[in-house]
């Protein structure tokens, strides 16, 4: 069995979109391609991060910089993200390229709803991608599988308590980030982002 925490992670396209240095938007880009692999974060794709909320709490100012800066590069407004499940090996599952906090909340209430009358559920961590989640006594065992193709499957055993006690703490995480940066993103000119479209894109509508 695995010791486990759940990481919630947001999406930055820091390799591809180009704020000017002198922003906010391009001062966190910037950190963020520089300390990226050395803490360990996951690539979402070949031009973006999965950055952990942790790490951005106090450069929410930034991120919605960040954000909104992309949503006109774009001409619209979309967020991906997830919540990463990391054991302390380092073995890691839970986000895809694709991935959005909307199917992390679901998988979330999926972890939580596991127990001896319901053992075995599977969520969605994008549109294909899914994970088996099996509770067996204090133990929790997730696959993932593919609805379209085989795909490797990666197989961890984790703590139940810690599982569920993670995505606990990730939901709460994800839920005080969109109130802190809601009314940061409505504020717009450029493209229409309403405080509807931002709860939905956290996962939170």
Request: glycine share 8%; proline share 4%; charged share 25%.
């Amino acid at each position: 069995m695995e010791h486990v925490i759940v990481r919630p992670v947001i999406a930055l396209n820091v390799d591809f979109i180009s704020p000017p240095p002198d922003t906010l938007a391009g001062k966190l880009a910037a950190e963020i391609k520089q300390h990226a692999v050395h803490k360990g974060w996951s690539r979402c794709d070949p031009e973006a991060w999965y950055v952990p909320l942790s790490d951005l709490q106090h450069r929410i100012e930034a991120v919605a910089d960040f954000l909104l800066f992309e949503a006109s590069y774009w001409h619209e407004f979309e967020v991906g993200g997830g919540f990463e499940i990391v054991t302390r090996n380092g073995a890691c599952t839970g986000v895809t390229e694709g991935s959005v906090f909307y199917l992390a909340v679901d998988l979330a209430d999926a972890v939580g709803g596991l127990d001896k009358e319901n053992p075995s559920r599977r969520a969605f961590v994008e549109n294909d991608r899914y994970l088996d989640l099996t509770l067996d006594d204090d133990t929790i065992r997730i696959k993932m599988g593919h609805r379209a193709k085989r795909i490797d499957r990666i197989e961890l055993v984790v703590s139940a308590q810690e599982l569920k006690a993670g995505m606990i703490g990730a939901k709460r995480l994800l839920q005080q980030f969109t109130v802190e940066i809601g009314p940061l993103l409505v504020r717009s000119t450029d493209v229409d982002i309403s405080s509807h479209l931002v709860r939905r894109m956290f996962g939170q509508a």
